[in-house]
Every structure is written in C-alpha cells, then in structure tokens.
C-alpha cells in the first residue's frame, strides 16, 4: 500500500507540475488551501514474491509394514528422514505381517522394511524375498546374540532392535519366596490351594514356547546342535527322555490339580490376573498389562536351570524392492540410535538389542525378565522348524485329553516331525478332508496321500476320492507350515455334491489353488 501511496503522489505532483508550465488567459486567481491527503499512521505491507516457489516433489516412497505398537515411532522417524532426503515413508499397521508379506512381494507390491521375529526369516530368505543388509560400525554397538539370531548361512538378513523371552512370573501377595526347583513349585502350590488362596498352584499359556524352561530343566529340547553350534535337523529331541519326563510331570500335576488343565494363554493370563493361580510363564509383552492391572507381581528365574528361548525382534528389506538402498539408509542412520531404540522400547518395553539403548534401561521388572533368559537359546531360525510347531504342540493336548500317554505323544510327534522334514519340496493340500483319504489326522501339510505332482505345464496336480459334504484346505509346502497359501487370508472351501474325484491344481508362479470337484 505504501508504495501505491507513493506512485499516486509522483503522478499528483507531476500533474500539478505540468499544469504549471501553461500560460492561462483571463483565469481569476483563487486562493485555497490544497486538500490535506492524511496518510495512514500504518499501512499494511503486501510484498508479491518476485519468484511462484515450488514445491519439491518427493524422489522416492519407502513404505514400512509393522504393528500397532511401533508404527506411531517409524511414523516419527520417517517424518524426520523426509526432511533431511526429501523421501516420504509411509508406515502402515498390518496383521500377519510375514504371511502378508509372502503373497505381496513376488508381486511387486510388498513393503520396502517390515517389522519381524528372526525365526520368520528363513522362509522368506529361502524365497528370495529379503536382501543381505550392512550395518558397517554400527554392527559393534548391537549384542552379539541378536546379530546371530539374524545371520543365516554366514550372512546378516536384517537389523535386530530388541530382544525377548520368557520369565517366571508370580504372584508376589501369596509368594515371599519364589522356589528354586520344581518340586519347590509343587509343595509351595499345594499349601496354597490348600489354604484356598488360589485355584492352582501353576497355569501354561501353551504347549511349545509357553512351556520350554520347563521342558529344558528335565533335559528336552528342540534340534540338538553340531560341532559348529548350530542346530543340527537331524538331532530331534522332542521325543528325548527329558521331553517325555516333562510330559509326565505335568501329566501328575494336573491329576494332582496344582496345574490347571487350560492350555489357552488368554484364559491362562486372566488366571494370573485374577489371583487364581501363583505362577505363569510370560514374556516382557505383559508386564504393561500387568503393572496397570495394580497385580503385585514380580519375576524370577526358572526352577532347576530350566531355560527359555530367545526371540529377537528386528527390521528387514524386502529384496524386491527398488529403494534397497534408501531402506538400508533409514535403518542404520535413523533407527539404529539410542534415541530411536529407546522410543521403540517405551512403545513395546521389550529388551533392545542396541547396546546403548540398553545400557540406559532401569525397568526391574524387564532387568529380571533379562536374568531369567541369561541362559536363553535362540529359537531355531531354520527352515526344518516349521515343521515342528504343529506335532509338538498336539503332544501335551493329547496327553492331558488321555488319547495317548507322554512316552507315545512325544515319540509320535518326533516322527512325524522327522517325516515332515524328510518332506522338503514336497507341495501338499492339507485340509479338513485328509483322513477321508487316508491319512493319520486332518490338516496333516506332510501326508504322503495328498501330496501333488509337478506336471510338464510347471503346475502341481493331484487327484483323490472324497466322500460328498463341505470341506476347507490350505496349500503347505515342504511338510510344514512355514510357507503356506490359502484363499487371501481365509482357507480354500469346496464342497463334494457326491462321492467321488476331487482335482487339485496349484500354480507356484500365482500360488493360486484351483479345485475341481464332481
């Protein structure tokens, strides 16, 4: 405005000027006073930019698949990664992440980091879906075990962050002090069901993970080990003699009624919750639950040595990626710091594998979850595990159903393992239908009987004789579950209108299964 005042002056004044320079005739002479223009005692300044500015559009998009409890951080961190690369990230919240993750990749429509447990790496590497990664320096500022669990066959495949296993949680109201045996255990919980202060003495969460320090402390385990310390697949210890010990143990237990016979971990974590029983073996996940339940609780180590398995949580780059490189970028410069992995520990308070990150960790309750796995061993990342879950999960069910005894659930299930394993390449429909056709039990991904044929079109096929009624199945491959395809996220559904041959055609391009029925 000032300077339109200005321009109206100069071109008033040059008027005036120019009406000056006239000679007039016979006009009067008439003297007034000039007209008083008051100029604003403000004016308002509008400066016009010289120049339209630009808006500098993005180079690139990393996208980010993690969970509810982290994202909010990897948003934060992406936010400040723009700012110094001008590359957006964009974090989504996905369930099922690996699962997810497997179907989306080969197509090109995978995320460029997700978020994952170490012991998911080997099927994804397997499917070349995840690409080595260098941390440089900073691999000396991560704990050594953690940076193990990531390496497969010599090579790193991911950036640890955190670190997990289970403790000896009890009830610190009926618990003054917590046994170092076993048989402690047991004697400490009759007392109290006896005084009617809890309804058992002990609950498990589960059947595998949920009960493997107690398994340890009576010799059982998973995989033995070779002369180079890693697991040795042809070293089946699901059905040694301390995993079948175990099984009895807990078989007296519950006739005894110290261990309650729920084998669900959510109803077994309202059990500890509501003071129904003193012992619970979990994980640093639930201390948060825990602390805001008002439950006085504390944690200690195993009785008779028993020993936990050692999770670790961390980032991968999907292989398929074009930003393999920014990826790598975001991780080692703006995750891996202290700042960052303490962040990601006050989201989802579990152990950081970051050196300095842990170092400035007070938590008791997360520093006695750390003694408890002082002797912890990593979960077997290798691919021969996932045909473990299953058989080794059903054992302690059929024990405490009766269906079979400990020295017969574990021995079958050490089979049956072994025969899986023996499964490698083989492409399996396992489903509702299998015993109709033959095979030991339903959902069985190694059955000999409905394994399918590679044909000369690249397409595995297999036909069976199936008795008319409704039906679900998946496609599992190598004998395990490891790798598995099923219709989006929900199983495959036929249905037989009549006896007869049902053909199965699966495409390993598409993973598509293909049913044709009578």
Request: one cysteine or more; hydrophobic letters at 40%.
């Amino acid at each position: 405005m000032k300077k339109s005042y200005i321009l109206i002056a100069i071109a008033l004044v040059a008027t005036l000027l120019l009406g000056a320079c006239g000679t007039p005739t016979e006009t009067p002479v008439v003297e007034t006073e000039p007209p008083v223009v008051e100029e604003p005692t403000e004016v308002p300044t509008v400066e016009e930019p010289t120049e339209v500015p630009t808006v500098e559009e993005p180079v690139a998009t990393l996208r980010i698949w993690a969970d509810e409890q982290r994202a909010p951080v990897l948003s934060e961190l992406g936010a400040q990664f723009k700012a110094e690369y001008n590359v957006d990230v964009v974090v989504e919240n996905i369930s099922g992440i690996r699962d997810q993750f497997l179907v989306a990749a080969p197509a090109g429509e995978g995320p460029d980091i997700i978020v994952l447990a170490h012991d998911q790496l080997p099927a994804l590497i397997a499917s070349g879906l995840i690409a080595e990664i260098d941390l440089g320096a900073k691999a000396a500022d991560f704990d050594p075990e953690s940076l193990k669990a990531f390496t497969y066959e010599g090579k790193l495949y991911g950036m640890p962050y955190a670190r997990e296993n289970l403790g000896f949680f009890y009830n610190a109201d009926l618990v003054e002090e917590v046994p170092t045996t076993w048989q402690g255990v047991y004697d400490l919980s009759k007392t109290l069901i006896e005084e009617d202060k809890v309804q058992y003495g002990i609950v498990l969460g589960g059947t595998t993970y949920d009960a493997y320090p107690w398994m340890t402390s009576q010799g059982g385990y998973v995989f033995g080990l070779d002369e180079n310390g890693d697991y040795d697949p042809t070293d089946i210890g699901v059905g040694s003699e301390g995993m079948i010990k175990f099984g009895e143990m807990a078989l007296q237990w519950k006739n005894d009624g110290i261990l309650s016979d729920n084998l669900d971990n959510t109803t077994a974590k309202s059990m500890f919750l509501n003071g129904d029983v003193a012992f619970f073996m979990n994980g640093p996940w639930e201390i948060n639950n825990l602390k805001e339940s008002g439950l006085n609780f504390g944690i200690a180590k195993f009785p008779d040595g028993g020993y936990p398995f050692l999770g670790v949580q961390g980032f991968a780059v999907n292989a398929m990626s074009e930003n393999v490189l920014l990826a790598q970028t975001f991780l080692t410069e703006f995750v891996a710091t202290e700042e960052a992995m303490l962040a990601l520990y006050e989201a989802d308070p579990r152990s950081p594998a970051y050196l300095p990150a842990a170092a400035k960790i007070d938590d008791p309750y997360l520093i006695a979850i750390a003694e408890a796995g002082e002797n912890a061993v990593p979960m077997p990342a290798i691919p021969e595990m996932g045909a473990v879950w299953s058989d080794w999960g059903n054992a302690l069910t059929f024990i405490f159903d009766g269906s079979k005894t400990p020295e017969q659930a574990y021995t079958d299930a050490a089979n049956n393992i072994q025969i899986a394993i023996s499964s490698k390449g083989m492409v399996n429909v396992p489903g509702s239908y299998q015993t109709k056709v033959g095979c030991a039990s339903d959902w069985m991904p190694y059955c000999a009987q409905t394994a399918l044929t590679l044909g000369e079109d690249g397409k595995y096929t297999g036909t069976f004789t199936i008795p008319a009624g409704d039906y679900e199945c998946k496609v599992a491959l190598d004998g395990g579950w490891a790798t598995s395809y099923g219709d989006g996220d929900a199983n495959y559904k036929f249905t037989v209108t009549a006896d007869g041959d049902v053909t199965f055609i699966f495409d390993p391009e598409t993973h598509v299964l293909e049913i044709i029925t009578p």
